[in-house]
């Protein structure tokens, strides 16, 4: 069975940085592209960031491009998503999710491309 839990949120304010963690079991990790979601109260969940199964390429949503780094260390199963210079249009619920396809090629956005979802975390930015 796979299981994703979510780590590392919080309440911090505008400007501040945080680090998420998704910690994974239950499926060989390294062989699958992850990315990281998110959702505000009121809208559609979002893409926010994918990693190649290598951990070789990453892609971004533009509205975090150059603040938000995507990464994972496989000997720990585990994957990152640092946050920096936060803003309050970041407040969400953050979610990591698998990738349904073995060792792909191409980078997903949409979250019916990931099979297997996090709990959440929630991100509060404060103003």
């Known amino acids: 069975q796979v299981q994703l839990v979510e780590s590392g949120g919080g309440l911090v304010q505008a400007g501040g940085s945080l680090r998420l963690s998704c910690s994974a079991s239950g499926r060989t990790f390294s062989r699958y592209n992850m990315g990281w979601f998110r959702q505000a109260p009121g809208k559609e969940r979002e893409f926010v960031a994918a990693?190649?199964?290598?951990?070789?390429?990453?892609y971004y949503a533009d509205s975090v491009k150059g603040r938000f780094t995507i990464s994972r260390d496989n000997a720990k199963n585990t994957m990152y998503l640092q946050m920096n210079s936060l803003k309050p249009e970041d407040t969400a619920v953050y979610y990591c999710a698998t990738d349904r396809l073995l060792s792909s090629y191409y980078f997903h956005t949409g979250e019916y491309d990931y099979d297997y979802w996090g709990q959440g975390t929630q991100v509060t930015v404060s103003s």
């Open positions: 990693i190649k199964w290598s951990g070789a390429s990453t």
